[in-house]
């Protein structure tokens, strides 16, 4: 996170953006940028912001450095790593892609005005529907101006901003990613991570393992790993479930869920169902922490 110089007698534009929506593994970092607002237009001139999709890695960098240096811009990152995306797109209660994307745009926004820059507009690149979400955040935020578009990016230089710091943080997680999984060694040439990036999919190929799938680097929620695990045969995993994993301790219906590693491709009974005999031979039933 980088703090500029606050200046509390005049008002700020703040822009947000993401980096790594769409790959199969590494993290999504959501970003955002502020600077006051009689300097949202001069950026662009002043330091060349643009869409981070239109920069070399060299121009990303360099711009990056240049912000961290602004003494007007500030900026606040989030990452969401491939484990805390798989975890929260496979938990019983559905919560989508958008939805995270939404909640981490509205999060910074808070961390923003918490630390006491004085917003007055707010720039968001869409995910979804950009009239529905800038009528979800305007609900949560009643007193800023808020402007969600498409390829806002483009559009507005405190986005571009957000856009580099997202896309440089993101690419420095890559560069340094180290694997959690012990007495095992994974390549580093995983490409960009999108699933058509050539490189990437021979790493698919070759660091499936069938009975723990993949190292946590990559996002069990992702069609693509799915589909891989498939058409490789990893082993299927049945395990009996009392109490679904949203904590609410609400009965789980007959499911099916495909996956493998830490979330693995389960088969889901319903309480009412005959329970396994290893079980049901030992007098065995689920406990939970108010039964004690």
Request: glycine residues 6%; proline residues 4%; positive net charge.
């Amino acid at each position: 996170m980088s703090v500029c110089e606050l200046d509390k007698d005049v008002q700020y534009a703040l822009g947000i953006d993401e980096a790594g929506r769409g790959p199969v593994l590494g993290p999504m970092v959501y970003a955002c940028a502020y600077c006051p607002l009689s300097e949202k237009e001069n950026i662009r001139t002043r330091d060349g912001f643009q869409d981070s999709k239109q920069l070399s890695e060299h121009q990303r960098e360099s711009m990056f450095e240049r912000i961290v240096g602004a003494p007007d811009v500030g900026f606040e990152a989030c990452i969401l790593s491939a484990e805390d995306l798989s975890n929260k797109m496979l938990r019983a209660s559905k919560y989508n892609l958008n939805q995270i994307s939404h909640d981490t745009a509205a999060e910074l926004i808070a961390r923003a005005l918490t630390k006491g820059v004085p917003l007055k507009e707010v720039y968001v690149d869409t995910v979804g529907d950009p009239g529905r979400y800038q009528e979800n955040l305007s609900r949560k935020f009643p007193r800023l101006a808020i402007t969600v578009s498409k390829k806002a990016d483009s559009l507005f230089p405190i986005v571009s901003a957000a856009s580099i710091v997202a896309k440089v943080i993101r690419d420095q997680c890559l560069r340094t990613w180290k694997f959690k999984e012990k007495g095992v060694e994974f390549s580093r040439e995983f490409g960009s991570g999108y699933p058509a990036d050539p490189f990437t999919k021979q790493w698919l190929e070759g660091s499936l393992d069938k009975l723990f799938g993949y190292p946590t680097l990559i996002r069990f929620s992702w069609a693509t790993t799915d589909n891989m695990l498939e058409d490789h045969d990893a082993h299927a995993v049945a395990w009996e479930a009392d109490v679904n994993d949203d904590g609410k301790g609400k009965k789980g219906k007959k499911q099916i869920q495909r996956t493998a590693a830490l979330v693995r491709r389960a088969t889901f009974m319903t309480p009412k169902s005959t329970r396994w005999n290893y079980y049901a031979k030992r007098g065995m039933q689920t406990a939970t922490t108010s039964d004690f």
